[in-house]
């Protein structure tokens, strides 16, 4: 396979017994406003015969022309086109369309949207007056066809979108896209590779857009002429089993497989002009071995033979479609347009038709849903962990559903696909109208314990219990005096109880916090035969879903510490600490250690990204101000050691880390560390820095077992300062942990991560235990503690969580409750 040129485009044409066109064609395309050192055009003669080959390389010797030994079709000719040639970009174009002079420069630049997998060019006949392509739509039974093919250029036709599949008489795809997938697939021969192909690269995430600009003709030889109508019939029936069994999902599988085959017969009898009851035993006539039927009858029935003797070899590349995908079939409905299409107008065929959509109920699809998103952090440039949670979260549901993200804590000027509104804690009214709009909750944090409308809420609740707050509190509250302690562990205690008692589907960001989290449910008596039964797994009530990263690539776009920060130069070593400071970490030891090395290691310099929290309601920790003390008295605070004195726009952060030579996250070992899930790892596994952490949780785990650096005991200064050392000038065991992490990187994008709230939001339903009828254990309940001093604490738990507002909002329905 030849190594890709980065920037060039290689145009693949397929020639079979078509050398006029194909000359023709390549002619057109040595007039495109394109860079010739950057086109670089295959033709790939598929075994016509004749003179076509030496045709095309007398009139075009400058193209790489490929004789193949055999007549692939159109799919096995463009794969090899692809494996000959070497551009970043390739493209497909039909040796009997011309292309428009903007035809690659604009699809090129559709490119710089690193989520466009492939463009789907516009299609016009070849006087440019009807359409031949611009957009996709899918029947439900499997056959792609294209919208307004032969009738005059509508309006939309201008309008950029996202489209299942493109035309293979033009189109365009990154070829590691392209090969990431494995090409066309060569069953097909020809018919709807084009579609199983765009089917594929959008269930792994990767966009196909229809862009207008890239314009191109298609003069239509109607290249089965010459074949006979059944063997094109043949083609489409089969093809389209192929498409539909490879690429939905299981559930929508069982429905739709059964119907489209009963189609396909009811299809062939209808072309036929057959009378599928003339067998019946009451039926008189001749009863002889042989009868007479029509070849376009039988080809839907020797297609379905046909898929029938493919299946072990579809079985295999449909589990590896389904292990891939990262976009689920509701998300796919949005992109098929009107599925409810029957081909024929025959009315014994209609009839059919509407008997197998009504009993299979396979005409509409998965259905988009109304999802309300809540986190109780601010919305804005800055974002910490819940927010960036909560808004990858919405992104990745928007994609498929209507989806509203609300901030308790405020929202500014935020660029958005989906709605974004603040409702304050305390205000049950405005809250409530959400709760009433949507179908589906999903929240992380106090929300469930502080608006009434979602605790009686009968909708779908998702708890985003991703943040083991009760152990947080253990350590967070410690030096609030033993009251306030034990009351801050029993308030976070009773919050994530109240949560797990009432969501329907939970939400853990590991194996170990799923672990502790089904502890916690047994001990509530919610581990039922209810919920067993059928699902002895569990993870229909509770599953994982770590933090992602975002799918492209970080790019450096500005210097914001090496050579901009005082004393810190270009070429110092850079540690970073991403992320803010909280009272569980250790940075002090870290210090220590940076002063050690900065003795034999003049160079290094320790960066910490954030200290001012973006929420108001959370105070600066202690442990601030103990770190820069410390590093004050190590004589090391901005010479060795600084400390960024805000908190890091969420869209700058990039260049940070790329600036960066190490990421760094070191903690003590206690309780939250075992169970904790440091966000900060995952963004220096996006910008690819090896790290350096402390043993004990799942990040160190996998930083062990993956070789992404080194892990090191808890509050051992020598031998962190070593392992920082190791890992900046050490370069053989700093190369294989960045290519390490560069392996890990793409296991852990947000829409990987995200599948299993992806998968329940696109078919809701309450938990098990929940339905009408089914006996629940009650739960263990706690002694409700009362007094002055518990009101007090109380106002200060709520001042932190909600602000003024929403020690108001509880006062005041204390009152009430109280006047009765």
């Known amino acids: 396979m030849v190594n890709a040129r980065s920037g060039v485009v290689t145009v693949v044409l397929v020639n079979f017994r078509g050398a006029d066109d194909t000359i023709t064609a390549i002619a057109h395309l040595r007039e495109v406003d394109w860079p010739a050192d950057a086109l670089e055009i295959v033709v790939v003669d598929n075994a016509s015969g004749g003179d076509d080959a030496a045709r095309i390389r007398e009139a075009h010797p400058e193209v790489l022309l490929i004789e193949s030994p055999d007549n692939t079709g159109f799919a096995g000719g463009c794969n090899l086109g692809v494996a000959s040639g070497s551009g970043e970009f390739v493209a497909f174009l039909n040796n009997d369309a011309r292309p428009d002079p903007q035809w690659i420069r604009a699809a090129v ?3 710089d949207d690193p989520g466009v997998g ?93 862009v207008p600009g890239s314009l191109a003709y298609h003069r239509h030889h109607a290249s089965m002429t010459g074949f006979g109508e059944h063997k094109e019939r043949y083609l489409l029936e089969r093809n389209a089993l192929f498409t539909l069994y490879k690429n939905v999902s299981d559930r929508t599988l069982e429905d739709a497989l059964p119907a489209a085959m009963a189609l396909a017969v009811r299809r062939g009898v209808a072309l036929g002009g057959l009378d599928a009851r003339e067998f019946e035993l009451r039926r008189g006539g001749d009863d002889g071995p042989a009868q007479e039927v029509p070849r376009l009858a039988l080809a839907p029935v020797y297609a379905i033979d046909s898929f029938v003797d493919e299946l072990p070899g579809l079985r295999a590349d449909r589990e590896a479609v389904q292990a891939s995908r990262v976009v689920p079939d509701s998300a796919i409905s949005l992109l098929v347009g009107r599925t409810d299409a029957p081909v024929l107008d025959a009315p014994e065929f209609v009839e059919g038709y509407e008997n197998l959509v009504e009993a299979f109920d396979v005409a509409d699809g998965p259905r988009a849903r109304k999802v309300l998103v809540i986190t109780g952090d601010p919305i804005g440039a800055k974002l910490a962990g819940p927010a960036i949670r909560a808004w990858n979260m919405a992104a990745a549901l928007s994609r498929e559903h209507e989806v509203v993200l609300v901030s308790l804590a405020g929202v500014s000027e935020v660029d958005a696909p989906f709605r974004v509104v603040h409702v304050p804690a305390g205000d049950d009214r405005s809250m409530g109208r959400w709760e009433q709009w949507c179908e589906v909750v999903v929240f992380q944090g106090t929300a469930l314990s502080v608006f009434q409308s979602l605790k009686d809420s009968q909708k779908i609740i998702v708890a985003d219990v991703y943040d083991p707050m009760h152990l947080e509190a253990l350590e967070q509250a410690r030096p609030s005096g033993w009251a306030s302690w034990t009351k801050a562990v029993a308030d976070a205690t009773d919050i994530l109880d109240e949560q797990l008692q009432r969501a329907d589907f939970m939400l853990a960001a590991s194996e170990r916090q799923r672990h502790l989290y089904l502890g916690q449910l047994a001990g509530l008596g919610r581990l039922t035969p209810a919920l067993y039964e059928g699902d002895p797994g569990l993870r229909g009530l509770l599953d994982v879903v770590p933090f992602g990263l975002p799918s492209t690539l970080p790019r450096h776009e500005r210097a914001v510490v090496k050579g901009v920060v005082p004393g810190i130069g270009p070429d110092d070593q850079l540690i970073l600490w991403g992320g803010g400071l909280y009272n569980w970490f250790d940075p002090e030891t870290l210090v220590r250690a940076v002063a050690l090395l900065a003795e034999r290691r003049p160079r290094v310099r320790l960066f910490f990204q954030g200290t001012r929290h973006p929420n108001p309601a959370v105070p600066e920790m202690e442990i601030v101000a103990r770190t820069r003390e410390l590093a004050r008295e190590l004589g090391v605070l901005d010479r060795h050691v600084f400390l960024n004195d805000s908190w890091v726009d969420y869209a700058d952060r990039q260049n940070y880390l790329l600036e960066a030579d190490l990421g760094v996250s070191t903690h003590f070992d206690h309780i939250e560390t075992e169970f904790s899930f440091r966000t900060r790892i995952l963004d220096y596994l996006w910008a690819g820095l090896p790290m350096v952490v402390t043993e004990g ?96 604490s109380l106002v200060g738990y709520y001042l932190k969580a909600g602000g003024p507002s929403l020690v108001f909002w509880k006062v005041r329905n204390r009152l009430r409750r109280r006047s009765g």
Do not use: C
């Not at 439900?140 to 509508?154: C, H, L, R, S, V």
């Open 109 to 111: 630049a559709a490119f």
């Open 118 to 210: 492939a463009v789907a060019s516009r299609v016009l006949d070849w006087e440019g007056e009807r359409v031949d392509f611009i957009g996709a739509a899918m029947t439900w039974f499997g056959q792609g066809y294209k919208p307004f093919t032969g009738e005059p250029i509508p309006p939309l036709a201008d309008e950029p979108h996202d489209v299942l599949f493109a035309t293979g008489s033009a189109m365009f795809v990154r070829r590691d896209d392209f090969l990431a997938i494995g090409g066309f697939d060569e069953r097909y021969f020809m018919f709807f590779e084009d579609v199983d192909l765009g089917w594929r690269l959008n269930l792994r995430g990767r966009r196909v857009r229809y």
């Open 697 to 792: 949780d799942h990040f160190a785990d996998l930083v062990e077992a993956r070789g992404l650096g080194i892990a090191v005991p808890a509050e051992q200064v020598e031998v962190l300062a070593d392992a920082l050392e190791r890992m900046l000038f050490d370069d053989e065991r700093r190369t294989a942990a960045i290519e390490a992490v560069a392996r890990v990187r793409e296991e852990s994008t947000w829409e990987r991560v995200l599948q299993p709230l992806l998968r329940f939001v696109a078919d809701p339903a309450p938990a098990r235990d929940r339905v009408a009828g089914v006996t629940r254990r009650a739960a263990p309940t706690r002694r409700k503690r009362a007094g002055v001093r518990h009101d007090l």
